[in-house]
């Protein structure tokens, strides 16, 4: 068995749902591979850094399956005071600063006894719910169909979760892979900002800084999104940006807010900062939508 499995990836997807695919939450976590073997046992991020000090009671389970090599695919997610979904809480945990609930989702298996990748995924969540021992900290994830999914993608906008993965039930696990037969369904939420500056890296923008600007005229910039628009509207939007720019600090260029950025992202961070946000549009100040 090989020392180390890249993950499977999937591809971001915003078109129409396939039919009679597996759909399953996105958790907002870290990706973690569990190797359970006769010598011991490993928990490796998408990476390969190990992470078997900050989540010790899953060594329970290289005792607990009937069957040795064991390799499964999952999620660890991690919960704030209140009892919500926490990307920095399991972040935390990580660093060995979090006391507060973790759990490790199991959304495939790799090996149990043998080696299960050319297996539809169809077969190996058969295989993974029929052979997984009881946890507290550890469990397969439900996966829904049909009408279900839609029920599913209404919970999860209610509870405001990441999103959903569709998944192809007829497709083998490959390794290290980005494919289709995996699809990432973001739930996103949207806002208005000014454009406060942008950045210069490989191309003479490479992205906006977005924010407010403060009653007492403090800029408050919420976060950088990259400067993903069509070639001839980008072209424009460079001519605009250097008529605006209004001073030079190293790598930024600080331009007068009269622009609005329409931005879509995943949520806001402890700090009012946006995680995963991308450029919906772009209109002047005084333009309505």
Not at 8 to 14: A, V
Not at 110 to 131: F, T, V
Request: aromatic share 10%.
């Amino acid at each position: 068995m090989p020392l180390f499995y890249p993950p499977m990836l999937g591809t971001l997807w915003r078109e129409e749902w396939p039919t009679n695919w597996y759909y399953e939450v996105k958790w907002d976590g870290i990706r973690a591979l569990l190797y359970l073997e006769e010598g011991g046992w490993r928990l490796l991020s998408r990476r390969g850094q190990l992470l078997n000090h900050a989540f010790p009671a899953l060594e329970d389970l290289r005792s607990a399956f009937s069957f040795l090599p064991v390799v499964l695919d999952g999620e660890l997610v991690a919960f704030d005071q209140q009892g919500r979904l926490s990307f920095s809480a399991i972040l935390k945990q990580m660093q060995g600063k979090q006391t507060l609930p973790w759990y490790y989702w199991v959304f495939d298996c790799l090996h149990l006894g043998e080696p299960l990748l050319h297996l539809p995924l169809r077969e190996r969540k058969e295989k993974l719910a029929r052979s997984f021992p009881h946890h507290p900290l550890a469990g397969p994830v439900q996966w829904y169909q049909g009408e279900q999914a839609r029920l599913l993608w209404q919970k999860v906008k209610e509870l405001e979760l990441e999103g959903m993965m569709a998944k192809d039930p007829e497709s083998p696990y490959l390794p290290g892979k980005r494919s289709q037969h995996w699809l990432k369904i973001k739930r996103e939420q949207r806002l208005e900002l000014s454009i406060l500056g942008f950045t210069r890296e490989n191309r003479p923008v490479s992205s906006l800084l977005v924010g407010e600007i403060s009653p007492a005229g403090e800029k408050k910039v919420r976060g950088k999104v990259n400067c993903s628009l069509p070639a001839p509207r980008y072209q424009a939007l460079v001519q605009l940006l250097r008529a605006l720019t209004l001073e030079q600090e190293g790598n930024i260029f600080w331009v007068q807010p009269l622009l609005i950025a329409e931005v879509a992202y995943l949520e806001l961070t402890a700090e009012n900062q946006l995680r995963h946000p991308r450029l919906l549009g772009i209109r002047k100040q005084e333009e309505k939508k």
